[in-house]
């Protein structure tokens, strides 16, 4: 069974940067998409970027321009470059990963990324 590990994430003033990355282990064949999501408290977790296998990605408004998903295909790894952080960016930040023959997917733990003003 796949698992995810998110690291990266901390405390960061605003206009600052932080990389997170996603390890996935196991027996691992290949991947479809991999994504990122975050949730504030008392919000619903949303979509802040997707990579598809082939390196095509999209973002969510709120983050375009400012965040850069990718991958690394041999190291089954998705990174997430934030840069200009906000403090609206605060959440915990989660990885997910579409694997073939995979209802659901795989879900990380999350990272808590916390950007003071």
């Known amino acids: 069974q796949a698992q995810l590990v998110e690291s990266g994430g901390g405390l960061v003033q605003a206009g600052g940067s932080l990389r997170l990355s996603c390890a996935v282990s196991g027996s691992i064949f290949s991947i479809n998409a991999m994504g990122w999501y975050r949730q504030a408290p008392g919000k619903q977790r949303e979509l802040v970027a997707v990579?598809?296998?082939?390196?095509?990605?999209n973002y969510a408004d709120s983050v375009k321009g400012r965040f850069t998903i990718s991958r690394n295909n041999v190291k089954n790894t998705s990174y997430l470059q934030m840069n200009s952080l906000k403090p609206e960016d605060t959440a915990v930040y989660y990885c997910?990963?579409?694997?073939?023959?995979?209802?659901?997917?795989?879900w990380g733990r999350g990272t808590q990324v916390t950007v003071s003003s």
């Open positions: 990579i598809t296998s082939g390196g095509r990605t």
């Open positions: 997910h990963a579409d694997l073939p023959g995979s209802q659901m997917g795989v």
